[in-house]
């Protein structure tokens, strides 16, 4: 792979929408595939100051998973390896150092930070120019035409629309399931006797009747 999309994300962890994303995007724009580059579990804890952030070798080790039957995916843990969390802009230029060709692919929640919060993003867009997926109910055209630095980059930004279902999946919304599954786990675990406990997690519930004991 060489003419790739590198998406840049925590991956924490990584969900469904990713990949449907990151394949939606790469075939609409006839790249080749996408490198995913999770980031350093400290800066998604410390400087994005998420809930909760997965280790970084488990991130990997999930992400591996993904990518082993996905010939069109590959991983990039350089940040991972890093003191500290790097920019954007030099880890495009590591891949590019590595043989990509790679364009950074984000969604459009991080259209106001590219504006305000990120470095080197003119840099960024005239060298590897940028792909940007919709999310939610964004307009990435009016959120680009209505803030002045992104209009002035607007012509190295390319804007895809999704379809509506894979907008509002978001890891956040599955760390919260998680909990909640481990949260009922628990609870049956305090009213099921434990010789027992794994016997009922694998059957097949009986039909529902009228009357139940």
Known sequence: MKNCLAFFGAFNPPTAAHLQLAEFAFRQTGREGVVFVPSRSAYIRDDQKKDAAFPDAQRLELLGA???????????????????????????????EEGYAPSLLLGSDKLP???????????????FGI???????????????????LSSIADYITVLEPPAALRDISSSAVRETLRELRRLEEDLARMVPPEILPLLKNAALPEEEGTQA
Request: aromatic share 10%; with cysteine.
């Open 66 to 96: 993904l990518a082993r039957n996905r010939p069109w995916m590959q991983i990039c843990p350089w940040e991972l390896s890093r003191p500290s969390q790097p920019r954007s802009y030099v880890t495009l230029c590591h891949l590019r």
């Open 113 to 127: 930070e590219l504006a305000s919060g990120w470095k080197f993003v003119p840099e960024i867009a005239r060298e």
């Open 131 to 149: 792909v940007c997926l919709a999310r939610g109910r964004d307009s990435c055209r009016d959120i680009i035409r209505d803030d002045p630095f």
